[in-house]
């Protein structure tokens, strides 16, 4: 008779212990995490993540990733290394950045530096 009270106990304590567990933080829905170069500049606003050679125009809705760019980098055009979260959406083929294929809209800006890594380039 102890045996099931000692295995239901063990039950709920693991089941406590597997609730209490930190759950990760939750991301915007569709976005996700990208790493790769940015410009910006007069003419172009394009990110060309680290293992992809293709580009896109970006659309900053975080409001920091021109802002810490300009912080960063006084020259205009000159590639930096980011982290990024956000998402791809197809580019209007009118208007602004319509040379690019897809825009990525950034909603988080993770980090920025002169640093790029070996094999980002």
């Known amino acids: 008779m102890k045996l099931p ?9 693991v089941i406590g212990l597997y609730s209490c567990k930190s759950k990760p933080e ?3 829905e569709g976005a996700v995490t990208y790493k790769g170069l940015y410009s910006f500049g007069p003419d172009v606003k394009s990110f060309k993540g680290c293992n992809n050679a293709h580009e896109f125009w970006v659309a900053d809705s975080s409001a920091q990733l021109e802002l810490q760019y300009s912080k960063l980098n ?3 055009d ?7 979260q956000g998402k791809k959406v197809k580019t209007v083929k009118d208007g602004i950045g319509s040379d690019y294929d897809s825009t990525l809209i950034v909603t988080k800006l993770i980090k920025i530096t002169k640093d790029i890594p070996a094999g980002c380039n």
Do not use: D
């Open 5 to 13: 009270l000692f295995y239901l106990l063990m039950s709920l304590l």
């Open 26 to 28: 939750k991301k915007s």
């Open 74 to 76: 006084g020259k205009p």
């Open 78 to 84: 000159e590639a930096v290394y980011v982290e990024v």
